[in-house]
C-alpha cells in the first residue's frame, strides 16, 4: 500500500516503459512478490502495473494510454528508512 501512496515521479518507471512512451503514474497498483530481511536493510521485488502514454502511434484517439508493468527491486535501509528502487529487465 505504501508503494500506490508515494507521490508522482517517486518510482523511476521511465525506465519500463516498452513503447517510448511518458508514464502516467498517477494510479498504480504495486504486488509484493518477495521480501526479506537482515540487521541492516529490507529486500523486496515487486510488480508495478502502471499507465504508458504512447504518443505518434498514427492512431484516431491519439494519445493513447497502454497498461504496462515491470518488476522492481527495492531496498530499505532500516536505520535511515531510505529506500533505493531499481527496475529489474529481462
Known amino acids: 500500500m ?5 507521490p508522482p515521479g517517486s518510482l523511476p518507471l521511465e525506465k519500463a516503459v516498452t513503447q517510448g512512451g511518458y508514464v502516467d503514474d498517477s494510479h498504480i497498483t504495486a504486488t509484493v512478490l518477495h521480501a526479506d530481511a537482515d540487521e541492516q536493510s529490507i529486500h523486496a521485488r ?3 502495473f ?3 502514454i504512447v504518443i ?3 492512431c484516431g484517439d491519439d494519445p ?3 497498461n504496462a508493468y515491470c518488476e522492481m ?3 530499505i535501509d532500516k536505520t ?3 529506500a533505493e528502487f531499481e527496475v529489474m529487465h529481462d
Open 2 to 6: 505504501e508503494l500506490e501512496q508515494l
Open 46 to 48: 515487486a510488480g508495478i
Open 50 to 52: 502502471f499507465t504508458e
Open 56 to 58: 505518434n502511434c498514427g
Open 64 to 66: 493513447m494510454e497502454t
Open 73 to 75: 527491486r527495492i531496498h
Open 80 to 82: 535511515t528508512g531510505q
